[in-house]
């Protein structure tokens, strides 16, 4: 039964662990986009076709 736990337990801590880096990695990912948006939405008068 003691196996058992120690499975749970690990398998809690490596889903937390990747819960973390997900939103991490998402909350990078985002402000780099918004980012990006701003600067062409500021630079939009520059393009010509």
Known sequence: ???VYKTMRNSGA???AVGIVIATV???TG???IVSGALLLK???DITF
């Open 1 to 3: 039964m003691e196996r």
């Open 43 to 45: 630079r939009k008068s």
């Open 26 to 28: 998402g909350l990078t």
């Open 31 to 33: 402000i780099i986009a």
């Open 14 to 16: 490596a889903c937390i």
